[in-house]
């Protein structure tokens, strides 16, 4: 499967934006999909997952309850919602596909990545 992330950019400090993640070149609701960030220097963070169907979600503490994850499998996409943003988000934003079963929080779970989208929140 092949994976283009897009939405990210420039926002100001308790602004929003939404990441959509396109999927194509496979049955993409047989992947769970997660969404990691990555800052310069440091390693990449899970941020949240969504399981097959969209029921399952996780998301990491430093961001529940800013952001959503969702899913459209007819249209081969998911997307993650920001909320709330602060210059700490500020990060490479990445989907990944996992045909796997576990609770998909971890880089190595993931098979496939996306390219990354820039976002910047500034203060």
């Known amino acids: 499967v092949q994976l283009q992330a897009s939405g990210g950019g420039l926002v100001e400090a308790g602004g929003s934006l939404r990441l959509s993640c396109v999927a194509s070149?496979?049955?993409?609701?047989?992947?769970?999909i997660g969404w990691f960030r990555q800052v310069t220097g440091k390693e990449r963070e899970f941020v949240g997952t969504i399981k097959w169907s969209g029921s399952i979600k996780d998301y990491a503490d430093s961001v529940k309850g800013r952001i959503s994850i969702s899913r459209d499998n007819a249209k081969n996409t998911a997307y993650l919602q920001m909320n709330s943003l602060k210059p700490e988000d500020t990060a490479m934003y990445y989907c990944?596909?996992?045909?796997?079963?576990?609770?998909?929080?971890?880089?190595?779970?993931?098979?496939?990545w996306g390219q990354g989208t820039l976002v910047t929140v500034s203060s």
């Open positions: 070149g496979d049955t993409f609701s047989e992947y769970i």
């Open positions: 990944a596909a996992s045909r796997g079963v576990g609770r998909g929080t971890k880089l190595s779970e993931y098979e496939y």
